[in-house]
């Protein structure tokens, strides 16, 4: 299992940061002052599906202690595995919501079938459809009793006010260096990890605030000296992997997505993911690569600051290679490229979405 999953706190006292949330949470439920609708907005990777979660979880409980879940009793259990049917999870970015908010609709209208409280965490949910989004306005105008909604999202702005004014709201903070080292020491202690304080750092350095990130990141590390049959981690060792999503890896990828060769793609993508590529990494830096593309086929002569970090051998290959790119593909590579980095977070294999995405680009025009 992937360590960000495995490590996902399973108590209110495991989640590190958003303190201001995590204490009138709990309060909330100790005192049984519990809201109908919760908006969870923040940055990626800072705990929002984790607390929802862990909130549900905890007002379903039958073994509460305090305003911990006791994780022992079956509605923990179910929870803890995915596995109850009544807390649902809808990822509105993978398909804009209209069929799942008309079940939901539905749904809410009957009484929770095992647990308490049946619990609707909506993810992405600024990218509800017009329509979905104002079906979810209408259940929370008149909320049933026993139904609870948390929406998450990454992008608070674009959300309709009129469903805000009804969630009781929670901004996430980015989560700061020590925050994240704290976390990957407690890890790397538990999986029986050797390596230098200095490369933790430098890990929770290059993670944007995101715990995810930084996790996904030392998986990378770990496997990487396991092939390699490191014994002690150095920061060297993370520089290294850090340059390992060199602008060559994505260039020649490029090269047989140019080709239509989903084979080669494929086989190229999966000889550098089993040498320790991150696959988040590897889309991350592919889609910038590309925009750099759309970027330079809009005006060759554009001087674009962000073109800055491609060196001028990048940069002259990029062009050689847009010569045999129409624009009109390459906004279609673009499209599907972020659509399947949308979709990795949620794939139990990270590159499935990406393996599709070179499927569906090499095979129609
Ligand atoms: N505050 C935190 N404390 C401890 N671990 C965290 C925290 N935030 C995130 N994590 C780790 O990162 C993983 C992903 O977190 P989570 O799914 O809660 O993020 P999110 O805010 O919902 O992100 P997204 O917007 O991408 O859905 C968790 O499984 C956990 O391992
Ligand atoms: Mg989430
Ligand atoms: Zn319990």
Redesign the pocket.
Known sequence: MV???K???KTFS?????EHIVRTLSNAIEENMISHAYL?A???????????RLFAKAINCENRKGHEPCNKCSACKEINDGRAIDLIEIDAASNRGIEEIRQLKEGAKFAPTRLKYKVFII??SHQLSKDAANALLKILEEPPQHVIFIL?T?QPEKMIPTIISRCQRFD?HK?TVPQILK?LEFICKAENIDIEKEALELIAANSSG???DA?SFLDQVITYAKTQNIKKITTNDVKDILGLIDVNIISQFVDFLIQKNPAKCVEFLNKHLEKGLNPFEFAKSLIGYLRSGLILKIDPNLDNPLLENLTLEAKSKLKEQLNKIEERNLRKFLKIFLEAQNKM?YSPIPQLPLELAIVEICQNE
């Open positions: 360590l960000y999953r490590y996902r706190p495991e989640v590190i940061g958003q969870f923040g940055p990626w990777g800072s705990g929002k599906t984790t607390l929802a993810d992405e998450a990454t996430f989560l976390k995101a715990m995810r996790e977070k």
